[in-house]
Nanobody, 127 residues
Framework: QVQLVESGGGLVQAGGSMRLSCAASGLSFSNYAMGWFRQAPGREREFVATVTRSSEYTYYADSVMGRFTISRDNVKNTVYLRMNSLKPEDTAIYYC????????????????????WGQGIQVTVSS
């Protein structure tokens, strides 16, 4: 059974930093591209960042470019999202997700492409 479990969320002041982790089990982690998405109240789920299966490439939403960093550890089966210079508009439930990667450069910014999802974790940025 595949499980993705997020941790590290909570409350932070604007301008602060936070690191999210997502521990994966039940899948061959290094064969999957990993992504982070978020959903704020009343809004659609949106793409945040993705990393290819061996970390060759990373991609970011324009809204987080230069502030967030996605990384992964294929030994620990974990993907991370380092968030700096947080803004109140970053407040959302953050989800990690896994998509089967048929080749090393495969990635997707589309939520529907992802096969597995975590339960989500709340990140709240106060002004």
């Amino acid at each position: 059974q595949v499980q993705l479990v997020e941790s590290g969320g909570g409350l932070v002041q604007a301008g602060g930093s936070m690191r999210l982790s997502c521990a994966a089990s039940g899948l061959s982690f290094s064969n999957y591209a990993m992504g982070w998405f978020r959903q704020a109240p009343g809004r659609e789920r949106e793409f945040v960042a993705t990393v290819t299966r061996s970390s060759e490439y990373t991609y970011y939403a324009d809204s987080v470019m230069g502030r967030f960093t996605i990384s992964r550890d294929n030994v620990k089966n974990t993907v991370y999202l380092r968030m700096n210079s947080l803004k109140p508009e970053d407040t959302a439930i953050y989800y990690c997700a896994a998509v089967w990667a048929p080749h090393s450069s495969f990635h997707s910014r589309t939520a529907d492409a992802y096969h597995y999802w975590g339960q989500g974790i709340q990140v709240t940025v106060s002004s």
